[in-house]
C-alpha cells in the first residue's frame, strides 16, 4: 500500500518483518527500546505493586473511575490520571503492569 511504499523511498526509516507477514516501521537513528508488553520479567519496585494494589482496590469497591476495557485504553486512562506509582512510566510500561 501507499504507507509501505512511502516507508521504503525513506532513508530515516527502516522495515522490520514480523512473524505472520506484519511489518514494522523503525525510526533509523533511534535504538528500538520497545517494552515487551507480554514479557513475564518483572523489573518494577516492590513499591510500585503496594500502591498500585491499593488503587487498584479502591477501584473495586467503587472509589473512582471505571476503567474502559482493553489494555491499551486501560493503560492510557491511568497514565491520564496522574498516579503517582506510574510516575515517570511510558505507556508501554504501564501496559506491561496492567
Request: charged share 25%; hydrophobic share 40%.
Amino acid at each position: 500500500g501507499r504507507l509501505r511504499t512511502a516507508v521504503d523511498a525513506s532513508s530515516a526509516l527502516s522495515v522490520e518483518t514480523d512473524e505472520g507477514g506484519e511489518w514494522s516501521i523503525l525510526l533509523v537513528d533511534r535504538p528500538p527500546d520497545f517494552v515487551d508488553v507480554y514479557g513475564a520479567k518483572d523489573t518494577y519496585p516492590q513499591e510500585m505493586w503496594t500502591a498500585a494494589k491499593t488503587y487498584f482496590e479502591g477501584l473495586e469497591r467503587g472509589c473512582g473511575p471505571a476503567l474502559p476495557g482493553g489494555r491499551y485504553a486501560s493503560a492510557r486512562a491511568l497514565s491520564m490520571r496522574d498516579l503517582a506509582f506510574f510516575k515517570g512510566r511510558s505507556l508501554g510500561e504501564v501496559c506491561h503492569i496492567i
